[in-house]
């Protein structure tokens, strides 16, 4: 694994090369013990995540992965089982002898696993918005040839992607890029102050959409809701500061630092969706989506 990172950062250096499913936390036990179910990675595999430091020493990001299985639909333990995952790989990411945190990238579905039946509401909350809210760099969601393997399967992606996921990602993208602006001078990513709270990066209910040409859906918010919305988001979040930059609002900077920031990622929250093998491709600054249909900004 030290070869083969060594020889993709050769050969593409700004490439943010790291391993599928590294780290992991193993938190599968709500199979067993639902009941009791914490969410928490058991002991043994977090000191077994320290032990790996040279492999996050030697990665460009982190990948790993909050599949959803159909037994924790909607309920509380969907919500611990991410959670801690996500929680985990952001402890490693801040672990490595980088001079900045590693970029998360969290690898999940619009599917429950072994199905085509697609996450409800609240699981969109539990993935995408949960990931976002612990200060991710992105959300990739994929599948595989099931979803294009019937036109009954293709159509169930095309209603989910112009549905409540196509939907609930604008919300989400369009209010982590609001998050940074207001809170972060553009220079930072929008995390909760305490873990464990309930806030979400979420526009208000009554917010708008308008379609523009070419760049598909956008917020459109008034100027009173807005001024609220960042209200609450001080309230619930404070700035992960992008490599360079620093201070509450990153709104101060090192010059040395700056003279060296290809070493590092600057990414506000993104989503990428994978969902066939045949894909378009939006270039939007640093919002990128691989998906079958234009719809996200």
Not at 57 to 82: G, T
Not at 120 to 129: F, N
Not at 191 to 216: A, C, D, Q, W
Not at 256 to 271: G, I, S, Y
């Amino acid at each position: 694994m030290n070869i083969t990172l060594t020889l993709a950062l050769e050969m593409r250096p700004k490439c943010l090369w790291g391993f599928y499913l590294y780290p992991d936390c193993y938190n599968y036990d709500y199979r067993i013990n639902p009941e009791t179910y914490t969410g928490n990675c058991p002991n043994d595999e977090v000191l077994h995540n320290d032990q790996l430091l040279w492999l996050w020493e030697k990665s460009a990001a982190l990948y790993p992965s909050i599949h959803l299985d159909k037994i924790l639909k909607s309920s509380l333990n969907a919500l611990k089982f991410v959670h801690y995952r996500v929680r985990e790989a952001m402890r490693i990411a801040e672990m490595t002898r980088h001079d900045y945190v590693l970029p998360v990238f969290i690898f999940s579905r619009p599917f429950y696993l072994h199905s085509t039946e697609a996450l409800s509401q609240e699981d969109l909350v539990h993935t995408i918005g949960e990931s976002a809210a612990l200060g991710a760099a992105g959300v990739i969601l994929w599948g595989g040839y099931e979803y294009s393997a019937s036109k009954e399967n293709c159509l169930s992606v095309q209603q989910a992607i112009r549905g409540p996921l196509g939907h609930y990602a604008v919300n989400v993208t369009s209010a982590a890029k609001l998050c940074s602006q207001s809170l972060c001078n553009n220079h930072g990513r929008c995390i909760r102050k305490t873990p464990e709270s309930s806030f979400y990066l979420h526009m208000p209910e009554s917010s708008g959409k308008k379609y523009v040409l070419n760049k598909s859906f956008r917020f459109i918010i008034s100027e009173n809701n807005k001024q609220k919305t960042v209200t609450a988001m001080k309230n619930g979040f404070m700035c992960h500061c992008y490599y360079g930059w620093h201070g509450p609002s990153c709104h101060d900077h090192s010059s040395d630092l700056l003279r060296e920031m290809n070493k590092a990622p600057t990414v506000n929250f993104n989503l990428l969706v994978f969902l066939s093998m045949a894909f378009s491709v939006i270039l939007l600054k640093k919002f990128v989506v691989l998906t079958t249909m234009p719809i996200f900004p």
